[in-house]
């Protein structure tokens, strides 16, 4: 299964943005999420959400982001807002199995 992210951008502190990562087939009952990885640091985890649209969020964005899944569509999306600057990076989609990841859709948080 091939994953492709969009919806990336450029946009300023407390704006919003919302991700999406299309898969190639069906992602029947994995697990789906994001994860990012800044300039210089490790990717990281950012949310998850199972087949039962149970989701879980690290620290960071608790509360400001929302992942979402439509199975019929094979995609899942990041509703990401109050956006700050320490949220830059390169977002990647994760599928859990079969083990998948996506390009990558760049997020800026500038003023």
């Known amino acids: 299964v091939q994953l492709v992210e969009g919806g990336g951008g450029l946009v300023q502190p407390g704006e919003s943005l919302t991700p999406t990562c299309i898969a190639s087939?069906?992602?029947?009952?994995?697990?789906m999420g994001w994860y990012r990885q800044a300039p210089g640091k490790q990717r990281e985890f950012v949310a998850r959400?199972?087949?039962?649209?149970?989701?879980d969020y690290s620290e960071s964005v608790k509360g400001r982001f929302t992942i979402a899944r439509n199975d019929a569509q094979n995609t899942i999306n990041l509703n990401m807002n109050s956006l700050k600057p320490d949220d830059t990076a390169l977002y990647y989609c994760h599928l859990a199995f079969p083990v998948s990841w996506g390009q990558g859709t760049q997020v800026t948080v500038s003023s």
């Open positions: 959400i199972d087949s039962n649209l149970r989701a």
């Open positions: 087939g069906s992602i029947g009952t994995s697990d």
